[in-house]
């Protein structure tokens, strides 16, 4: 008989840059079928922020002087709620800007920016914004990577990672990397409501 092979592993490694694709049985409230973008990592912890969990809250309605451009706001992570955070594509335009990989950047002015998308609201577009991020202590996220609860992937292009409209952002990760993930993307939450 022979046995099937469940393991939905690549062979990426996780760095900045990269993304975490929860693995398809992850049992856990915040994180199941969770994208993450790795914004930083290394041997002192690393941090990132969840792409796919929405929340229905104008940031205009949040900072009436932030201009009404219809931003979607992602929860990033568990830790520091009370802040909002935001990745761009607009590197040095915003002072203080990061790189996190080519053509992605972490925060930088925020006033500069809610500026500049004033004068350019074609530009939302090339922005994300998080209410919280999701951080990992010192060898925490290796340990998850060893146990399989994330796969890491690099072939995922600016456009799907920006596009703040694709509420399957989790399953085409997936089918991305291949016809064995192709199948288990398709695997409903619940095969109870099959």
Not at 83 to 111: M, S, V, W
Not at 169 to 177: A, K, V
Request: charged share 25%.
């Amino acid at each position: 008989m022979k046995k099937l092979n469940l393991s939905f592993q690549n062979n990426e490694v996780a760095r900045k840059g990269c993304l975490l694709i929860s693995d398809p049985f992850l049992d856990d409230h915040y994180f199941a079928r969770s994208v993450i973008l790795l914004c930083e990592h290394n041997e002192e912890g690393s941090f990132g922020f969840v792409l796919n969990n929405y929340i229905e809250l104008d940031l205009h309605k949040l900072d009436e002087k932030f201009p009404d451009i219809a931003a979607r706001i992602s929860i990033g992570g568990p830790m520091s709620k009370e802040n909002l955070f935001f990745i761009h594509r607009l590197g040095k335009e915003i002072n203080g800007a990061t790189i996190i990989a080519p053509g992605i950047y972490y925060g930088g002015d925020f006033d500069e920016l809610s500026k500049k998308l004033a004068l350019q609201p074609e530009l939302r577009n090339q922005v994300r914004f998080f209410i919280g991020y999701s951080g990992w202590s010192m060898g925490q996220l290796n340990e998850e990577l060893k146990e399989k609860s994330w796969i890491p992937v690099s072939n995922i292009s600016l456009e799907m990672i920006f596009n703040t409209e694709n509420d399957k952002l989790w399953s085409n990760c997936l089918e991305l990397q291949g016809d064995r993930f192709r199948m288990i993307s398709k695997f409903p939450v619940n095969p109870m409501d099959n």
